[in-house]
């Protein structure tokens, strides 16, 4: 497919332009959104370069995680056409491979700076139970000359926790050495190694392992035989050795590497993005306003960004705010912001814990239940059963109760019972109620009149078996037959 896509091509809201890199699976082409005019990175998925199902998993496992993800640092998806595209963000500021080579190396403050929001960026991906597996600086796109974006999510996979990984992948020189000897790893910590191989890179201007012989480059890998030049500070060399440590449980974690004195040059707050589904997604509502113009209703847009979608509608709302927030205007759904702070979503139905612990206070009478299958006595609780409570009034009951204690085995007036106000508000006696394990609980004495009371609100609907309805039906058909096979009764005249 994209052999046939030329420049100022148009398939549907996009118009493609020149290419921006090659993929494991196609191009990657820059296309401009006709709607809004914002540029768009585009990857074009190459059927015939998908073979087998193995390629299959890869690709869709690749979508999961970049539906997934929302984050400053990792490269965002708008939308996923039909089509075989992946609409992307578009960075425009190079690889930062090639920023190392254009300054030879990076000064230690700017180097900081990029390895933080690297840092940043794993953390989020794992926190997801995400493991990249292919960090390297072709994979770390530039916007601007401050921020980095982690790129190319082909080889990354989702774990559980504490599980170990066996799949040996990545470029040979980022790769840690438990994964290159075949070992399970951890996938935290091979990003890490990783991490630090990117950090010396750019310190240093060149990689700490490399040789054209494969297995000598294993060699040095697996052994940790790499050597500082002189212009390194003593703090970074220090760090990167813990970091680029091939005892993966000796090797140093994120918070290890945060506490580290090299870190002490940079104190900006970075954010820590989105979790889809545990935290709110920000919605502007200006961005909303500006959608009526292309068309789009405010309350589906709403929904779509809610719900986590990625057509059409979610693409037009991301690339408005991203030209809202270039123009300099401040936005609450900007999350590259250092004071934006996500918001959880809040849970409406709390557990049974949760709920004893908030009315402790004031704690509810709870009326115990009886099951009907058991012998009703005179003392049991009351059965709260719905056709029960409609037949007789709690608290009348209770007051003939305490007044007459012997007229319950005599006969009732039925029909005054049934016919009491029923509207009016019912104040129980606080003295009927026993305290059990700290929680009030209401026991009252079941009257003998509720058979009686009973028996006359089931009275006024006459009761059928099942057999007299199947005779009644037998004696119309017999009716019916001989009527119509004998002729009718009335002689023809």
């Known amino acids: 497919m994209s052999n046939e896509l030329t420049q100022n091509k148009s398939i549907g809201q996009y118009i493609f332009s020149r290419t921006l890199g090659q993929g494991t699976f196609g191009k990657v082409k820059l296309a401009t959104h006709i709607q809004t005019g914002e540029k768009v990175a585009i990857k074009i998925l190459e059927k015939q370069k998908i073979c087998d199902q193995c390629d ?42 090639d920023y190392i080579v254009q300054n030879q190396r990076i000064k230690d403050v700017e180097a900081i700076r990029f390895y933080s929001q690297l840092l940043s960026g794993i953390e989020y991906m794992h926190k997801l139970q ?20 982690i790129i190319d999510f082909g080889l990354s996979n989702f774990y559980n926790q504490d599980e170990l990984l066996k799949t040996a992948c990545g470029s040979p020189c980022y790769a840690a050495p438990e994964m290159i000897a075949g070992k399970k790893y951890n996938g935290l910590s091979v990003d890490i190694w990783s991490s630090g191989v990117i950090l010396f890179a750019m310190l240093a201007g060149y990689l700490p392992f490399e040789d054209p012989n494969t297995s000598l480059l294993y060699k040095k890998i697996m052994s940790g035989d790499f050597k500082f030049p002189k212009y390194i500070s003593q703090e970074a060399k220090d760090l990167i050795k813990n970091i680029l440590n091939v005892d993966p449980q000796k090797r140093f974690a994120i918070t290890d ?30 961005i909303l306003k500006q959608m009526i113009q292309y068309g789009f209703s405010c309350e589906y847009a709403e929904k779509c960004i809610e719900t986590n979608r990625h057509n059409n509608v979610t693409t037009t709302y991301y ?50 239940r009886k099951s009907r299958h058991t ?11 719905p056709r029960l409570n409609n037949s007789v009034n709690t608290q009348n009951t209770i007051q003939l109760q305490q007044q007459s204690p012997t007229v319950l085995n005599q006969s009732v007036d039925v029909k005054r019972k049934i016919t009491l106000d029923f509207q009016k508000t019912t104040v129980l006696n606080t003295s ?18 509720r058979n009686y009371i009973l028996a006359e609100y089931y009275g006024r609907f006459s009761k059928r078996s099942r057999n007299q309805e199947r005779q009644k039906s037998t004696d119309q058909e017999q009716a019916c037959f001989r009527t119509f096979s004998k002729g009718s009764p009335n002689p023809k005249r």
């Open 56 to 97: 299959i998993e890869r690709v869709t496992r690749e979508i999961q995680i970049l539906k997934k993800i929302r984050h400053p640092n990792l490269v965002q998806l708008y939308e996923t056409p039909k089509q075989l595209f992946l609409v992307m963000e578009y960075v425009n500021g190079g690889e930062l491979f």
């Open 319 to 368: 690339l408005l705010l991203k030209k809202y927030i270039m123009a300099g205007n401040k936005s609450i759904a900007d999350i590259n912001s250092e004071h934006f702070e996500p918001q959880k979503i809040s849970i409406k139905q709390y557990t049974h814990t949760d709920r004893k612990y908030i009315n402790q206070i004031n704690p509810l009478p709870l009326i115990q």
């Open 432 to 449: 009927l109620l026993q305290y059990s394990n700290d929680v009030k609980v209401l026991k009252l004495k079941t009257p003998a009149c």
């Open 130 to 149: 995400i493991v990249h597996r292919d960090l390297k600086p072709e994979n770390l796109i530039l916007e601007g000359r401050s921020k980095i974006k």
């Open 257 to 286: 590497i945060r506490k580290h004195s090299w870190f002490s040059f940079y104190n900006q707050k970075i954010p820590t993005g989105l979790i889809v589904g545990q935290h709110k997604i920000p919605i502007d509502p200006e």
């Open 375 to 385: 012998q009703q006595r005179e003392d049991s609780p009351v059965d709260t059963k």
